[in-house]
């Protein structure tokens, strides 16, 4: 089993940033896919962003330039740093991670972009 829990999101104004973090507990050797999704009022979770090493990352069209994903293999934690925040970027953000086959979800953690 693996435990995810995520912090770091909130209320932030147009333009503003945001890092969100995940850490990863549990019993598992290695983590093979660490990402973010999100998921705003009505419409269907996407994914905004994944990564498998440093040089393997993948974005969405929608926050390409403006989100880095990174992560930290020796704290199982995964990092979402958003830039240049916009309204529509408004939705819960999801930790994702992939060990062996099975994808694991945390709780979700609310991102509001208002002025």
């Known amino acids: 089993q693996v435990q995810l829990v995520e912090s770091g999101g909130g209320l932030v104004q147009p333009g503003g940033s945001l890092r969100l973090s995940c850490v990863a507990s549990?019993?598992?050797?290695?983590?093979?896919?660490m990402g973010w999704y999100r998921q705003a009022p009505g419409k269907q979770r996407e994914l905004v962003a994944s990564?498998?090493?440093?040089?393997?990352?993948n974005y969405a069209d929608s926050v390409k330039g403006r989100f880095t994903i990174s992560r930290d293999n020796a704290k199982n934690t995964v990092y979402l740093q958003m830039n240049s925040l916009k309204p529509e970027d408004t939705a819960v953000y999801y930790c994702?991670?992939?060990?062996?086959?099975?994808?694991?979800w945390g709780q979700g953690t609310q991102v509001t972009v208002s002025s």
């Open positions: 549990g019993s598992f050797f290695s983590i093979r896919v």
């Open positions: 994702n991670v992939l060990v062996g086959t099975r994808a694991y």
């Open positions: 990564i498998i090493s440093s040089s393997s990352t």
